[in-house]
Antibody, heavy 123, light 107 residues
């Protein structure tokens, strides 16, 4: 059974960099059939896609966050990471890591999700 | 960006009811649509992909339909564990975008 587990600080100061890691167990992050992604959910609001990465390092980012986001993958550690720079209170959210299936026509959709981790931006 | 609009935003129903949630895309997305269920304080759960294909383990009372711009999620006979928020999501093109959610409550 695939499991994803987010880890990282729960509190980040304004204008600093948010850093999270998603550890993958029960499956290989080097799978050619999958992408790996990050989704966030501000308190009381809906889901927002942040970005996705392939094991080769190919990435896609939401344009509204692209200037501040870096997603990377470490195949030797079977994990992938999120960095979001210059955070403000608007970045306070539960951050989920997830696996995406690389299906027909290379379209990707989510199948497995981590439990999520709350990151609060506050001084 | 492709905008996804769900209706209604909230819905009250009873156990055993048949319920339908609608999702509309701002432009055609063929059948590249997924549905997710989220319970309070929990991670989303993947229900449907390709508009109508059930993820493994999802009960058959859930079904999806549609193509192009208009899609529906139907629960044929509501069970107590189905009361949750439901999101649609398009994956035709980047950026991936979600609907605003439909909260399904017990009447």
């Amino acid at each position: 059974q695939l499991q994803l587990q987010e880890s990282g600080p729960g509190l980040v100061k304004p204008w600093e960099t948010l850093s999270l890691t998603c550890s993958v167990s029960g499956g290989s992050i080097s799978s050619s059939d999958h992408y790996w992604g990050w989704v966030r959910q501000p308190p009381g609001k809906g889901l927002e896609w942040i970005g996705s990465i392939y094991y080769s390092g190919n990435t896609y980012y939401d344009p509204s966050l692209k200037s501040r986001v870096t997603i990377s993958v470490d195949t030797s550690q079977n994990h992938f990471s999120l960095k979001l720079s210059s955070v403000t209170a608007a970045d306070t959210a539960v951050y989920y890591c997830a696996r995406l299936v690389r299906g027909a026509e290379k379209k990707t959709y989510f199948d497995y999700w981590g439990q999520g981790t709350l990151v609060t931006v506050s001084s | 960006d492709i905008q996804m609009t769900q209706s209604p935003s909230s819905l009250s129903a009873s156990v055993g009811d048949r319920v339908t949630i609608t999702c509309r895309a701002s432009q055609g997305i063929a059948s590249w649509l997924a549905w997710y269920q989220q319970k309070p304080e929990k991670a989303p759960k993947s229900l449907i992909y390709a508009a109508s294909s059930l993820q493994d383990g999802v009960p058959s009372r859930f079904s999806g339909s549609g193509s192009g711009t208009d899609f529906t999620l139907t629960i044929s006979s509501l069970q107590p564990e189905d009361f949750a928020t439901y999101y649609c999501q398009q994956y035709d093109s980047y950026p991936l975008t979600f609907g605003q959610g439909t909260r399904l409550e017990i009447k």
